[in-house]
């Protein structure tokens, strides 16, 4: 509780504090006199935590430059806690997300990806095919535990590289893969329309508005200033993607035509009984908006996707529902396959190199889902 009685900042420092996980940070183009006024607000702290029977460790406490500038070494920057020198660091973990000098987001999206892909094994043991839990009960465990980890601190990375995002995807589409029951192959489009799973960058459009519309509504909001307006957001060269949280945001506010943002009601004690109209519903006009927008964006991509037209065909538009479920598993996994046009006949068998021929083996067709399904002799009894 003393944290919160903590000497406030001054010189244009910043500080966020959760805990012992707290950090200040102070950004400009002078080093040396960022390291100054850093030093000086150290040594306010640390005699504040000693009057108080507190140490700040130097063993624990680390200090990182974000620059592009190559020159910048971390024998640049010497700050010291109470006599002992703070280590510089090139990447330094905080909140559990790893933030790295450059900010290309590679180290921490790297340790994601590591993460996931252990926790996609415990999907594939839940889902043989024959046996194992359903499509519906495999996306809950998808998105408890595999969704959850992408998402955490997704609005920071945003801005990483296509390439490290689609390592992301790749991770999303195993995973509805896995739950599908889908062959390797099946594109991945198609799969999240099958599972009601939209693309990731997508979805992280969503939470960056919705977040754009929470720092809107509370007044003096830490975050503020990161969507005002400024000059960068209209004059300086950004590739697409990698835009800042604040142009980014405010173009999906434009589109969705969001010029005010309700402000929140008051915070009231928890003993005090609210009222169902001044609950924290207050932004879920706003969110629909956004949420349709996002849609009609998915829809857009689906419509004019490179792959996946033969299940277009059957589901062209696009929605949060799984298309279709059946009971039991290995029913629903085949019924899926056969759906998604990616499934253990002639033709697909002979693409990835399991089959010398693509032939129907009763009357030397190419044996394709439409073949198997309407024109094949020896499946009459799938006819009728
Ligand atoms: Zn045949």
Redesign the pocket.
């Known amino acids: 509780m003393i944290v919160n009685d903590i000497d406030e900042p001054e010189n244009g420092i910043k500080l966020s504090l959760f805990a012992d996980d707290s950090a200040a940070w102070k950004s400009g183009s002078n080093l040396a006199a960022l390291t100054r006024d850093i030093q000086r607000y150290i040594n306010r702290l640390t005699t504040f935590f000693e009057r108080w029977g507190f140490k700040l460790s130097a063993a624990k406490t680390v200090a990182i430059v974000f620059t592009k500038n190559k020159h910048v070494r971390s024998d640049d920057v010497k700050l010291t806690t109470s006599g002992c020198p703070i280590k510089v660091e090139k990447t330094v973990k905080f909140l559990g997300v790893i933030f790295d000098k450059t900010l290309t987001w590679a180290p921490y999206l790297d340790h994601v990806v590591t993460r996931c892909n252990k926790r996609l094994n415990l999907l594939k043991v839940m889902a043989g095919s024959r046996w194992g839990a359903s499509k519906d009960v495999l996306l809950v465990v998808y998105k408890a535990l595999i969704r959850s980890l992408i998402d955490y601190g997704c609005i920071a990375y945003d801005t990483a590289s296509q390439t490290l995002n689609s390592k992301l995807e790749s991770i999303q589409s195993k995973a509805l893969r896995i739950c599908c029951g889908a062959m390797v192959g099946t594109p991945t489009a198609a799969l999240q329309v099958e599972c009601g799973q939209p693309p990731l960058a997508l979805g992280r459009q969503r939470m960056m508005a919705d977040y754009a519309l929470k720092v809107k509504s509370i007044q003096d909001h830490p975050s503020a200033p990161i969507l005002e307006d400024c000059w960068q957001f209209h004059y300086a060269n950004y590739p697409a993607g990698p835009e800042p949280f604040g142009a980014k945001v405010n173009n999906i506010l434009k589109e969705t035509m969001i010029d005010h943002v309700p402000s929140a009601p008051p915070i009231q004690a928890p003993w005090v009984k609210s009222s169902p109209a001044v609950s924290s519903k207050y932004l879920q006009p706003l969110k629909t908006r956004i949420r349709e927008y996002i849609t009609d964006q998915w829809q857009e991509r689906w419509d004019y996707s490179d792959t996946g037209q033969f299940y277009r065909d059957l589901h062209p538009v696009v929605g949060y529902k799984i298309k279709r479920l059946l009971r039991p598993r290995h029913k629903d996994d085949q019924i899926t396959r056969l759906r998604l046009g990616h499934v253990r006949l002639g033709e697909k068998l002979h693409t990835i190199g399991q089959r010398s021929d693509p032939l129907?083996a009763?009357?030397h067709?190419l044996?394709d889902v439409e073949?198997f399904l309407i024109?094949?002799?020896?499946q009459q009894q799938l006819q009728h």
């Open positions: 129907c009763v009357c067709e044996e073949h024109k094949c002799p020896a």
